[in-house]
């Protein structure tokens, strides 16, 4: 029976991954007709898999490049050579809090757009992470479309000139 009920549970847990990273159909991978390859996004995700094969490769089937990062130190040193239009940052990370991290981006960089991806699911984590800084806070495992959508809409408040109303020709 355990042998039965530790298989039931690989299937389900393979079954889960696979549902939120199967092959987008193409009508929704241009959901936005917005390509954002000018957008400066950077992931910061000490999960080395879920940021390399999942986060990176998939955005970039919804016209986002994220530039992938370890840690809070290497984000850092590139915010002295190009602050990012985005942060996608992770609350756990090896050597920062995530929640100070985000205030710290907010208070230096206010147009900065902060997207909070973590396994820190609770409301009082939400609540910390949304008054802390972030525009938005979404629980791992997240539905990339989500995590896409919501990049859209920072995308949206960091540039708005893109998303203006253009007069008809």
Do not use: C
């Not at 996608?88 to 991806?117: C, H, I, N, Q």
């Not at 939400?126 to 959508?149: C, H, N, Q, W």
């Amino acid at each position: 029976w355990n042998s039965v009920a530790h298989r039931w549970a690989a299937f389900l847990t393979a079954w889960t991954i696979l549902r939120r990273t199967r092959p987008l159909p193409s009508a929704r991978m241009n959901a936005f007709n917005v390509a954002y390859g000018d957008l400066r996004i950077v992931v910061v995700e000490d999960d080395d898999t879920l940021r390399d094969d999942v986060l990176v490769p998939r955005m970039r089937q919804y016209g986002f490049a994220l530039v992938p990062m370890r840690t809070a130190a290497q984000l850092q040193a590139s915010l002295l050579e190009a602050p990012p239009d985005i942060v996608v940052l992770d609350v756990g990370l090896p050597d920062a809090d995530g929640f100070a991290l985000a205030r710290s981006l907010r208070e230096s960089w206010p147009t900065m757009g902060v997207v909070m991806l973590t396994g820190r699911g609770e409301t009082a984590d939400r609540i910390r992470g949304l008054t802390e800084g972030a525009d938005a806070y979404l629980s791992k495992p997240v539905d990339l479309g989500l995590f896409a959508a919501a990049l859209h809409s920072v995308a949206r408040r960091v540039q708005p000139e893109r998303f203006a109303p253009r007069a008809p020709a």
